[in-house]
């Protein structure tokens, strides 16, 4: 899976045609809200949210404040929509759909580890070539990532949402290396390091900042391309199945066999023609 993301300058000018963009993006327990309009960045706000579906309100009427903007003079509202964390991806985009359907605005759902990614690109050690890896903590011992490599003007995707061990993932990777997160990409540069050769840096907390921001620029630069989502049709970007789905499946095998017939799931063998 390949395409390119615009670096931030870029990706900016690129986004200025679509008006103010709102940017939601809850897929970790830290909620990050951004707003952009003719090209720069207005607001950028990071922080860690108690509960998503309490805070996101206050958080959104933060972020425009420090816009200068009211909710009617946007253009749109770009969402992240992983992967992450099942619920607070839910909530981020049930409340961006709830707003568009009551505004009429357009929506733009945006890959998270793209607007991660660009964090990452904005350090000055990621030159051209350097291999840009944003981490998300997917619990069992793995991580979400995805592999960019840095361009001239552009990220190329060279990879789809992976959902693999650390470690592994970590050790894998070749030349110089700039990982994009919190813990997980500390634990990602040591392990690197460790094996020595070769450098990595770490994109934390302080360029996390501009995750918001970020999903809002790609969003306003899909809007500005005549690009758009519909609200009954966009959807997360689990990865992988929830634990509830996991669980469930357990369930249905023990008391059905291999398949689950026993709960109303078409038996393989029946169904082959």
Request: hydrophobic residues 45%; neutral net charge.
């Amino acid at each position: 899976m390949t395409y390119r993301v615009l670096l931030a300058d870029h990706l900016l000018a690129a986004s200025a045609a679509a008006g103010p963009v709102l940017g939601i993006d809850t897929g970790t327990p830290v909620a990050r809200i951004g707003v952009v309009g003719g090209g720069r960045v207005l607001a950028a706000l990071s922080r860690p949210a108690r509960s998503h579906g309490a805070d996101l309100p206050d958080l959104i009427d933060a972020a425009m404040t420090e816009a200068g903007l009211r909710m009617a003079e946007l253009g749109a509202i770009a969402v992240g929509i992983g992967p992450g964390s099942f619920t607070g991806l839910r909530v981020g985009l049930s409340y961006a759909k709830g707003l568009i359907i009551a505004s009429g605005l357009k929506l733009a759902g945006i890959p998270s580890l793209d607007a991660m990614a660009l964090c990452g690109a904005s350090l000055p050690e990621a030159c051209a070539g350097t291999t840009v890896c944003p981490l998300l903590d997917a619990r069992r011992g793995e991580v979400y990532a995805s592999l960019y490599r840095v361009g001239a003007d552009a990220l190329e995707r060279l990879s789809g949402d992976l959902v693999v061990p650390l470690e592994d993932f970590a050790k894998q990777t070749t030349g110089e290396v700039v990982f994009v997160g919190e813990q997980k990409a500390e634990q990602a540069c040591a392990a690197v390091q460790a094996g020595g050769g070769r450098r990595a840096v770490r994109a934390g907390n302080a360029e996390l900042q501009l995750v918001g921001a970020y999903v809002a620029a790609l969003g306003a630069a899909r809007i500005a391309r005549g690009e758009s989502d519909r609200p009954e049709s966009l959807e997360p970007r689990y990865v992988r199945p929830s634990g509830a789905a996991i669980n469930s499946t357990t369930v249905d095998r023990k008391e059905g066999g291999e398949n689950g017939t026993s709960r109303g799931r078409a038996n393989p063998a029946v169904c082959r023609s």
